[in-house]
């Protein structure tokens, strides 16, 4: 590869924003107070950004907007006011995720440019080919996979691929996990994940924190991927202080520059020095190794502190810690106490002393000191060092601004009424027509009781296994009509991507017609839609007009809205021309966390959170899916969704932990009576936005 990976660094703050410049960022991506995956950064202004990006251009530094949270259809007039602002400002791309972005930038905005976010499932070159189509110039892959599935995407892809090479690490697949919604409302694809993976769980009489992984350092790998179609090197850490920014990124553009295999190495022994420095988690080289990542990214026996263990305190005495230091330590640093493999809250190091009782600003390495510590801290806690006193806002934004001349923007889109009326309200709003029960299973047994069924349509979950037996078995004219294929979400480059692209044209040309797409790499496998009926899946995590309209575009005549919507979304969907054109799962057993890592936890059992949440934990297909103790179901909601106009409905039975024995009836029963037929959660139905 002639050009050079681009090098880009995280920006939360203004000063992480300045410290990754002067660090030798080729580009930086950060949020604005709205609409991006780190919700609870600082993140910025648009009136922040129309000074940050002419100052990166001045220095020649690339300016990436993060707008990659899901967006709910009452967010569109803001959105649509915040991409007005950004087409004036002009930032060199948008990191996106949700649907309605590509829409609405390719349909309004055409001069922004989009790089599809790792949030998108973006994990083989299906993925890439259709993100590309939908108008991504550049796509983040998921960070789940190793370095030769990523040589394969590398070689069987044409648009520019970037992928993460430092920083924290996710249990679940990127854009998969359910689990922090699930437990209380807080989403992760809207930027405000809770880290439910990093809890202690117990399993019988072991505990253990099984879900909580080490962070990813990819820096011994990057000779071998700074020789593949890369186009962006990606450090994770839009919640990290400027003293974890610098010397990262520093780290990283010593290595980039190497020019030769000697420099290389003496670059990589220099780099390892300053990471040093940086507070993380273990660093590990994550996926990237494939076959054994998990023993090295999943430490059970403590929560992964993310920090440099700076010391062990020895005793406590009048609110005084007596520490052995390990690194050295100054006033204003950020510790945070770790007892018994448990992350306690941090706090900022004041007055501590020597062991003389004199004030001291630092001490070295190898010392003992006296430190005035919070209630909690006991003999026996180490200390991590998670950050350190940085520089105050206003002096960074002073330096900045010095020379910079802000750029000029309206940020009231003048077409917001043509939108509407082009997208979003129905002439003759609640007529939904005849309705639509779809039913999704997960075995051929039931497909034959789905067929069997009033149901309009039976939906088979693809599995190799599912689809071998069906390859052999005749269906007749009529059921041919309603029998459908529901294609996995996760598919692996190496072995999946072409049995199933093969599989997808066999069962085509065998009158197959009804398919759920489940991640938009699917689309990939259909080259021509002529007389096929594509359904949108709730993988595809749809939840606004416009998202419905970008799946629409794509080939799909309906469409299964997210599982994490809420009352108040239906509500409002419900007046738009998609309302009565979307499908509502009703009853569904989602996989709250699907990963690669296989953690040291019995499949046949139960496993709590320290306030009992329980869950079940199911191997599959080389993947594991951890479910809730019960499933998801608002049957009872029926005539409600129907009084607001709502026709198509969803009854998935595909899913879940151990053997589902007569769900499918149970369920189908439940829907004609409108009534629960076992114990479920509602999800986030009564929640609020």
């Given at each position: 590869?002639?050009?050079?990976?681009?090098l880009?660094?995280?920006a939360?703050?203004?000063e992480s924003?300045?410290?990754?410049?002067?660090n030798?960022?080729?580009a930086i991506?950060?949020g604005?107070?709205?609409?991006?995956a780190?919700?609870?950064a600082?993140?910025?202004?648009?009136d922040?950004?129309?000074?940050?990006?002419?100052?990166?251009?001045s220095?020649?530094?690339?300016?990436?907007?993060?707008?990659?949270s899901?967006?709910?259809?009452?967010?569109?007039?803001?959105?649509?006011?915040t991409?007005?602002a950004?087409?004036?400002l002009?930032?060199?791309a948008?990191?996106?995720?949700?649907?309605a972005?590509f829409y609405l930038?390719?349909?309004y905005?055409?001069?922004?440019?989009?790089?599809?976010?790792?949030?998108?499932?973006?994990?083989?070159?299906?993925?890439v080919?259709?993100?590309e189509?939908?108008g991504a110039s550049?796509?983040?892959?998921a960070r789940?996979?190793s370095l030769s599935e990523i040589?394969?995407v590398c070689?069987?892809t044409?648009?520019e691929?970037?992928?993460?090479?430092?920083?924290a690490?996710?249990y679940?697949?990127?854009g998969?996990?359910?689990?922090?919604?699930?437990r209380?409302?807080?989403s992760?694809?809207?930027?405000?994940c809770?880290q439910?993976?990093?809890l202690?769980f117990?399993?019988g009489?072991?505990?253990g924190?099984y879900?909580?992984?080490?962070?990813?350092?990819?820096l011994p790998?990057?000779?071998?991927?700074k020789k593949?179609?890369i186009?962006g090197f990606?450090?994770e850490?839009?919640m990290k202080p400027?003293?974890?920014?610098?010397?990262?990124?520093?780290a990283?553009?010593?290595?980039?520059d190497?020019a030769?295999s000697?420099?290389?190495?003496?670059a990589l022994?220099e780099?390892?020095?300053l990471?040093?420095?940086a507070?993380s988690?273990?660093?590990?080289?994550?996926?990237l190794?494939?076959e054994g990542a998990a023993?090295e990214i999943?430490?059970?026996?403590?929560s992964?502190s993310?920090g440099?263990?700076?010391g062990?305190v020895?005793?406590?005495q009048?609110?005084?810690?007596?520490?052995?230091?390990?690194?050295?330590?100054e006033?204003?640093?950020?510790?945070r106490?770790?007892?018994?493999?448990?992350?306690?809250?941090a706090f900022?190091?004041?007055?501590?002393f020597d062991?003389?009782?004199?004030?001291i600003?630092?001490?070295e390495?190898?010392?003992r000191?006296?430190?005035?510590?919070?209630?909690g801290?006991?003999?026996?806690d180490?200390?991590?060092?998670?950050?350190?006193?940085?520089?105050s806002?206003?002096v960074?934004?002073?330096?900045?601004?010095?020379?910079t001349r802000?750029?000029?923007?309206?940020?009231?889109?003048?077409?917001?009424?043509?939108?509407?009326?082009e997208?979003?309200?129905?002439e003759?709003?609640?007529q939904?027509g005849?309705e639509?029960l779809?039913?999704k299973?997960?075995?051929?047994?039931d497909?034959v009781?789905?067929?069997q069924s009033?149901?309009?349509f039976?939906?088979l979950?693809?599995?190799?296994?599912?689809?071998?037996?069906?390859?052999?078995?005749?269906?007749?004219?009529?059921q041919?009509k309603?029998?459908?294929?529901s294609?996995?979400?996760l598919?692996?480059?190496?072995?999946?991507?072409?049995?199933?692209?093969?599989?997808?044209?066999?069962f085509v040309?065998k009158g197959?017609?009804?398919?759920?797409?489940?991640?938009?790499g699917?689309?990939?496998?259909f080259p021509d839609?002529?007389?096929?009926?594509l359904?949108?899946?709730?993988?595809?995590?749809l939840?606004?007009?416009?998202a419905?309209a970008?799946?629409?575009?794509?080939?799909?005549?309906?469409?299964?809205?997210?599982?994490?919507?809420?009352r108040?979304?239906?509500d409002?969907?419900?007046q738009?021309s998609?309302?009565?054109?979307?499908?509502?799962?009703?009853f569904?057993?989602?996989?709250l966390f699907?990963s690669?890592l296989?953690p040291e936890?019995?499949?046949?059992?139960?496993f709590?959170t320290?306030?009992?949440?329980a869950?079940?934990l199911?191997?599959?297909?080389?993947?594991?899916f951890?479910?809730?103790?019960?499933?998801?179901g608002?049957?009872?909601?029926?005539?409600?969704?129907?009084?607001r106009?709502?026709?198509?409905f969803m009854i998935?039975v595909?899913?879940?932990?151990?053997?589902?024995?007569?769900?499918?009836?149970?369920a189908?029963?439940?829907?004609?009576l409108?009534?629960?037929?076992?114990?479920?959660?509602r999800f986030?139905?009564?929640r609020r936005l």
């Open positions: 590869m002639d050009k050079k990976p681009e880009l660094a995280p939360g703050n203004v924003f300045f410290t990754a410049v002067e030798g960022a080729d991506y950060l604005l107070k709205k609409f991006n780190r919700a609870t600082s993140n910025f202004t648009l922040e950004l129309s000074t940050l990006i002419p100052f990166a251009h220095r020649s530094v690339r300016i990436y907007t993060t707008l990659n899901q967006i709910a259809g009452s967010e569109i007039a803001e959105l649509l006011d991409l007005h950004l087409s004036q002009k930032p060199d948008l990191i996106v995720q949700d649907a972005l930038v390719r349909n905005f055409p001069g922004l440019k989009l790089h599809a976010s790792t949030l998108a499932a973006v994990h083989n070159s299906a993925g080919n259709s993100l189509r939908m550049r796509v983040v892959l789940e996979l040589e394969l070689a069987n044409k648009a691929l970037e992928i993460f090479v430092h920083g690490l996710c679940s697949w990127s998969l996990c359910l689990a922090s919604s699930f209380g409302g807080r992760g694809l809207r930027g405000e809770v439910p993976c990093r202690r117990r399993q009489k072991k505990e924190f879900l909580s992984c080490n962070d990813l350092c990819a790998m990057l000779p071998a991927l593949l179609r186009a990606k450090i850490g839009r400027a003293s974890y920014i610098g010397p990262v990124v520093r990283y553009r010593m290595v980039l190497a030769s000697q420099d290389e190495q003496e022994n780099a390892a020095k990471l040093s420095k507070p988690r273990q660093l590990t080289l994550g996926h190794k494939g023993s999943l430490r059970p026996h403590r992964g993310s440099i263990w700076i062990t020895k005793s406590v009048n609110g005084r810690a007596l520490v052995d230091l390990r690194h050295e330590m006033k204003g640093d950020r510790l106490p770790e007892s018994s493999g448990k992350e306690e809250g900022t190091v004041g007055e501590f062991q003389g009782g004199a004030k600003l630092r001490s390495a190898g010392t000191v006296l430190l005035i510590c919070p209630a801290v006991s003999s026996g180490r200390l991590f060092k998670v950050g350190t006193k940085s520089e806002p206003a960074t934004w002073k330096k900045i601004g010095a020379n802000p750029i000029r923007f309206k940020s009231k889109f003048p077409g917001r009424d043509k939108v509407a009326k997208l979003f309200r129905s003759v709003s609640g939904g005849r639509v779809l039913v299973v997960g075995s051929t047994d497909l009781r789905g067929l009033s149901a309009d039976a939906l979950v693809g599995s190799r296994r599912n689809l071998e037996l069906i390859a052999k078995q005749r269906f007749s004219a009529i041919m309603k029998v459908g294929i294609l996995p979400a598919l692996a480059e190496a072995k999946d991507i072409p049995y199933y692209r093969a599989a997808v044209g066999w040309g197959f017609r009804t398919w759920e797409i489940n991640n938009w699917h689309l990939d496998f839609l002529a007389g096929l009926r359904i949108g899946g709730a993988g595809l995590n939840r606004n007009e416009a419905l970008q799946a629409k575009e794509m080939g799909c005549s309906m469409s299964a809205l997210s599982l994490e919507i809420t108040s979304e239906l409002d969907l419900a738009s998609f309302g009565a054109k979307s499908i509502v799962t009703l569904s057993w989602p996989p699907t690669r296989v936890l019995a499949e046949e059992k139960v709590v320290p306030r009992k949440d869950y079940h199911t191997r599959r297909a080389g993947n594991v951890i479910y809730a103790d019960k499933p998801t608002i049957i009872d909601e029926l005539p409600g969704l129907r009084s106009g709502f026709r198509r998935d595909s899913e879940g932990p151990g053997k589902q024995t007569q769900a499918l009836e149970k189908l029963s439940g829907f004609f409108a009534r629960l037929h076992v114990p479920s959660f986030n139905f009564d």
